[in-house]
């Protein structure tokens, strides 16, 4: 599988294996990879047109899916992001929570899917995530055929926080903001394991 790179939202496709992912880890500006996994086709899509824009080849589910969560401020967000939260357990889907330098991300192991490649794979998770109430919290624009998000343990140059993964309970905690951005002043070395091997389907998306 293939991920396209990029280097600031304006130094996009770089396209590389999608297992070179933790190559991309620590660098300390904002660096983003495409939310879904796509196949040779798209290297041959880019090098026709310099754009991904109108891209209509298959995209895939990746192993970890990205929820983003967002606010006009942090009070806001983490207010999105524990009922995310409480909503994920109600659906006893598993997840790993990032600080994504001014909001938060939620990383849905890809097993939580039913899913089959396709041009219109994205349109399907739209649907299913906005029937499960998740687009109640999460912004659906992030599910886009072509977004990309930010790589973890990166820079957000805006915050100067770093993308790091943090722990459920601190979403609760009184002193949340505190612990929160002190863990995102630099890249977070004790990663948790966030690929979940057994994980019953919550997410029909087959198209």
């Known amino acids: 599988m293939i991920k396209e790179f990029a280097f600031g939202i304006n130094k996009r496709h770089h396209f590389h294996e999608s297992n070179k992912y933790g190559e991309f880890m620590g660098i300390k500006h904002d660096t983003y990879c495409s939310l879904y ?13 310099k754009t991904l824009s109108g891209y209509d080849g298959k995209i895939y589910i990746p192993d970890e899916f990205i929820l983003d969560v967002d606010g006009p401020e942090f009070d806001k967000a983490i ?31 890809g097993k939580a899917f039913k899913w089959n490649p396709s041009k219109d794979l994205h349109v399907a998770v739209k649907r299913v995530l906005k029937d499960k109430g998740i ?5 659906p624009s992030v599910t886009d055929k072509t977004r990309i998000v930010r790589v973890l343990n990166t820079r957000n140059s805006k915050s100067g926080f770093y993308k790091v993964d943090i ?3 601190w979403l609760f905690h009184l002193n949340a903001k505190e612990l929160i951005t002190n863990r995102a002043k630099g890249p977070n070395n004790l990663l948790h394991n966030y690929i ?7 997410f029909d998306v087959t198209v």
């Not at 687009?135 to 912004?139: E, G, I, T």
């Not at 979940?196 to 919550?202: A, G």
């Open 37 to 49: 996994d796509y196949d040779k086709d798209v290297i041959a899509f880019y090098s026709k047109n």
């Open 79 to 109: 207010t999105r992001a524990q009922k995310l939260s409480i909503l994920l357990d109600q659906l006893e889907c598993h997840y790993t929570i990032y600080f994504s330098g001014r909001g938060f991300h939620f990383g849905v192991p």
């Open 135 to 139: 687009f109640n919290y999460a912004d």
């Open 167 to 169: 722990e459920k309970e």
């Open 196 to 202: 979940t091997p057994n994980h019953k389907t919550e």
